[in-house]
């Protein structure tokens, strides 16, 4: 249980840990590769021996989350292929319940995400979660991925906030890794980012998987 006294400040991630990992997962492994093999008039195996390097190799950087990186190499609009997959797009189940609590309990509500702005507003205008939240940070208005510790420091010069009143929630541990060495306080990962997929069995980072556990009122 957390001690809610202890803290002033909440910053949620996006993908899978307010909304389900769900969608990122099925448009970077299906949608996207199906899309370049029409679009270029390949095999969906051809498209995915061109993508994956590129994966690769962008990996934990801001051009892995730049829909305008990957509409440039692939050579499509990747904002608007996800507006027309963005049926799969959901939230967690008792997230926006949670955000709804916090707001009550006088809390500072932060998104803060990798997602590109872009990205972001497909997502925004599904879930509405953008009216929910006191402060939007897009890491690339930084300059920096959060799994960086120059994130952490342009957010303060930024966004100042009390690092050790606050509680950060990501699914990524190299992510909370970064926020662990910058000494945020109060740090949770997620046990089941993809709703679709089993829960993580290993994780280094206190864990849930249902927000109703970790505030009194339960419903």
Known sequence: MLNWQQIDTVMLDMDGTLLDLHFDEHFWTKDIVHAYSQQHGVSNEEAQAFLDPWFSQTHGTLDWYCTDFWSRLAGLSVARLKRQCSHRIAWRPGAREFVYWLKSQNKQVWLTTNAHRDGFMVKAEVTELDAL???????????????????????????????????????????????????????????????????????????????????????
């Open 133 to 219: 939240m006191d402060k939007i940070i897009i890491s690339h208005e930084l300059n920096a991925p959060k799994e960086h510790d120059i994130f952490w420091q342009y957010l303060q010069q930024q966004h100042p906030f009390d690092k050790t009143r606050t509680l950060f929630v990501d699914d990524n541990e190299t992510v909370l890794d970064a926020a662990n060495s910058y000494g945020v306080k109060h740090l949770l990962t997620i046990s089941q980012p993809n709703m679709h997929q089993p829960a993580r069995e290993s994780v280094r980072y206190p864990v849930t998987n249902d927000f109703y556990e970790l505030y009194p009122c339960k419903q």
